[in-house]
């Protein structure tokens, strides 16, 4: 099993730009996290999605992002327009069972810089 | 869920035991303790989670106080891989809730 793969690894991008990012969860994992790291917040949850249907979404800091889970294998995390303060790293989680919090795998992330 | 206190930072010496405290005073009856760990660069790892009684597997063991109001994560023989952030977090079990992290303690291995 790859785990869960994200793309791409790194970004760097220009203010105001459309910033994509690609996550593919683990087969026959239903539940799929986005989370953001920066240093000054930590890790904190974005959104997470069941079955491909988000779930909660309150995590999310404003309307320039949005999330997307067209099929099992695949989401995205788009930012239009980007900022510099978007600039962190972006992981992807996910699990079969959330429930017993050990499930929980995560992808290497995605470090976005916004200049 | 119950909100968890960590040293911000702490060392060890390779092949010594690393003794990782963390209070959660405010612990519910259904609220399982959980570590995870993150090291550099990576996503973060599952290592245990317990109830009330000690855990062990292969990464760790997890002991936690009769009152349940505080825990130790142990790494019985540190290697400099074992440097990273750890998070101790307190949630029920059972539900769909979010895993929540805080901001760990830093765990430095030197030789």
């Known amino acids: 099993d790859a785990g869960v793969i994200q793309s791409p690894r790194h970004e760097v991008t220009e203010m105001g730009q459309e910033v994509t990012l690609r996550c593919k969860p683990i087969s026959g994992h239903d539940y799929l996290f986005w989370y953001r790291q920066t240093m000054m917040r930590g890790l904190e949850l974005l959104i997470y999605?069941?079955?491909?249907?988000?779930?909660?979404d309150s995590g999310m800091p404003e309307d320039r992002f949005s999330a997307k889970m067209p099929n099992a294998s695949f989401s995205t995390l788009k930012i239009q327009p980007s900022e510099p303060r978007d600039s962190a790293v972006y992981f992807c989680a996910s699990s079969f069972n959330p429930r017993s919090g050990h499930g929980y795998t995560f992808g290497s992330g995605t470090r976005l810089t916004v200049v | 869920d119950a909100k968890t206190t960590q040293p911000p930072s702490m060392d060890c010496a390779e092949g010594r035991a690393a003794n990782l405290p963390c209070n959660h005073s405010?612990?519910?009856?259904?609220?399982?303790v959980y570590w995870y760990r993150q090291i550099h660069s990576q996503g973060p790892q599952y290592i245990i989670h317990?109830?009330?009684n000690n855990e062990t597997n292969e990464m760790a063991s997890l002991i936690i106080t009769e009152d349940r109001k505080s825990s130790t994560l142990i790494l019985p023989h540190a290697t400099l891989r074992d440097t990273a952030v750890y998070y101790c977090i307190v949630r029920v079990t059972g539900t769909a809730s979010k895993l929540t992290f805080g901001t760990g303690t830093r765990l430095q291995v030197t030789l």
């Open positions: 405010t612990i519910s009856g259904n609220e399982y």
């Open positions: 999605f069941n079955n491909n249907v988000p779930i909660d």
């Open positions: 317990g109830l009330k």
